[in-house]
């Protein structure tokens, strides 16, 4: 702890100020206290759960005492360094890093780690917390600067775990084994915000045109096919219309064809029997009464007979035409 107040008075006030330089320190500061706080030796000593403690003998590594009752020698045995075996969390600090398409953002984030190797991580490295968290500073920087900014929140997760893997490497040889490290926060500057935003509202902008295009098209579609079933359904009813009345007036005219025929042949069958012609004389007579009765009314171009007024020739007449 002495050294690091002596060499904390020739830091320069001014680089003092600069925030990563004084995070550093203070980090470093509370770090070696924490690293160098070990209980002395009692000879009969109590080494909590989740704890190891290295001990020295003559300066030199001895053993590493587990949880429960340790007995050490007095004065030849020192409890050199005590290592915490739970899970840590350490706070990123906020650094920026330049993407790769020349973006400059600004982020922080959280790493979780344990101790795996008490002895390594007492004589691996001087302090294993500030080397993880500079490891996770540029490694961040690094991995920030393969992919381009609209990547960075795409590929969250990908990242962190990219993270986790260089800083597992690294830090094998110190006994550590980083956990997990999640990006807390991002910050990007006000202008690239603006256009993040206008790109934003540009593409639902484009969207809502799209699905306004396609909501047109399927109603043109839409009222295109309804006029198609229609003309097609309109059709065919005129068409079944059509062969309806076609079947229709056929079958009149056949039932009409029968009875003029049914007609003809009672008619013939009554002339044969006797008194016949007579009979045939009076429908003769009263058909010529009802046809001469109907003249010059549709025209006003006539054709009377010779004789309009004698009935009785003009019957004979048509008798006679019939005997032929």
Request: hydrophobic fraction near 45%.
């Amino acid at each position: 702890m002495a050294s690091v107040r002596v060499l904390l008075p020739k830091i320069k006030a001014s680089a003092l100020r600069a925030p990563g330089l004084r995070q550093a320190c203070l980090f470093s500061t509370t770090s070696v206290t924490q690293r160098r706080s070990a209980p002395p030796n009692l000879i009969i000593n109590f080494v909590p759960q989740q704890q190891a403690w290295i001990v020295e003998r003559f300066g030199r590594y001895l053993k590493t005492l587990q949880p429960g009752l340790n007995i050490l020698i007095p004065i030849v045995d020192q409890i050199k360094y005590v290592q915490s075996l739970k899970e840590n969390a350490i706070d990123i600090p906020s650094q920026s890093a330049i993407t790769l398409d020349n973006v400059t953002l600004h982020l922080d984030g959280v790493l979780y780690y344990r101790v795996m190797d008490p002895y390594k991580t007492s004589y691996g490295v001087e302090d294993a917390e500030y080397a993880v968290v500079m490891l996770a500073q540029t490694t961040m920087r690094s991995e920030l600067g393969k992919i381009k900014l609209d990547s960075v929140f795409q590929e969250r997760e990908n990242l962190n775990h990219m993270i986790v893997e260089a800083i597992n490497h690294a830090a094998e040889a110190w006994g550590i084994r980083c956990m997990r490290y999640e990006i807390r926060d991002i910050a990007l500057p006000t202008k690239v915000k603006e256009a993040m935003q206008m790109q934003v509202e540009a593409e639902r902008k484009k969207r809502a045109n799209i699905l306004d295009s396609e909501g047109a098209k399927q109603s043109a579609i839409n009222r295109a096919e309804g006029l198609r079933q229609s003309t097609i359904l309109a059709s065919e009813a005129v068409r079944i219309e059509q062969v309806n009345r076609a079947k229709g007036e056929a079958v009149a005219i056949l039932a009409k064809a029968q009875a003029r025929a049914q007609a003809l042949n009672t008619l013939g069958a009554a002339i044969g029997r006797q008194n016949g012609d007579k009979a045939a004389s009076l429908a003769v007579a009263e058909q010529y009464v009802a046809a001469f009765s109907q003249l010059a009314r549709t025209t006003n171009t006539l054709i009377l007979p010779e004789k309009t007024g004698d009935i009785s020739s003009m019957v004979s007449q048509v008798c006679c035409v019939c005997d032929v």
